[in-house]
Structures are given as structure tokens and as C-alpha cells.
């Protein structure tokens, strides 16, 4: 399973972003796609998470800011981003727990958010 992100970018304090993931390859059904973020000198951490059933999870510090969502016919996640803070600054990672002969966890390879303040 290939997982490509793309959304990141710069963008000014009090604005918003949308961050895309889609997942592709083989014969798979999903089991939670998520996003995590590492940001520079901080261990990576998760920002949202979704479930096939559509529950979710949120990092306190996003809550209210951040929404989670997903296409099913499109294996895409998606994380609309708004009132970013320059705290938000970080390597954005899109992560697939995936039900193929066993289950299996793929991170796609990374996408920048710059919060200028």
C-alpha cells in the first residue's frame, strides 16, 4: 500500500491548509488512517485520527481547529487545517492501519506546514 500526502505549505497565522492523502496498491480494506506531525527537536505525535466507522480522535491542541474526514470510495483522508498557529509548524505524516492476509501499518513520506507568525 502506497500512501501519497500533498496540501502542505506556507501559510500566515490565522489561516488555513488542507492536507490529502490517498491510499493506493494491492487488495486492502482500512482499518484507521490518521495524521500525525513530528516537529523540529519533538517526537513525532498524532493530530487526528479516523476509523472506518468515522470515529475520531484529536490532539487536544487541535480540537476545534483541525477536522478529520474521509473519502471511502477514494481510500482518501483528508485534514482541513484552519486557524493555524505557528505551533502547528511541523512534517505532517499521513498513517494507514490497513486489513489486507494480516494487518499492516504504511506512513506516506511527509508533507511541510510553515505557520509564519
Known amino acids: 500500500v502506497q500512501l501519497q500526502a500533498s496540501g502542505g505549505g506556507l501559510v500566515q497565522a490565522g489561516g488555513s491548509l488542507r492536507l490529502s492523502c490517498a491510499a493506493s496498491g494491492g487488495d486492502f480494506s482500512i482499518i484507521a488512517m490518521a495524521w500525525y506531525r513530528q516537529a523540529p527537536g519533538k517526537q513525532r505525535e498524532l493530530v487526528a485520527r479516523i476509523f472506518s466507522g468515522g470515529i475520531t480522535n484529536y490532539a487536544d491542541s487541535v480540537k476545534g481547529r483541525f477536522t478529520i474526514s474521509r473519502d471511502e470510495a477514494k481510500d482518501t483522508v483528508y485534514l482541513q487545517m484552519t486557524s493555524l498557529k505557528s505551533e502547528d509548524t511541523a512534517i505532517y505524516y499521513c498513517?494507514?492501519?490497513?486489513?489486507?492476509?494480516?494487518?499492516?501499518?504504511?506512513w506516506g513520506q511527509g508533507t511541510e506546514v510553515t505557520v509564519s507568525s
Open positions: 498513517y494507514a492501519n490497513v486489513r489486507q492476509r494480516a494487518t499492516n501499518i504504511y
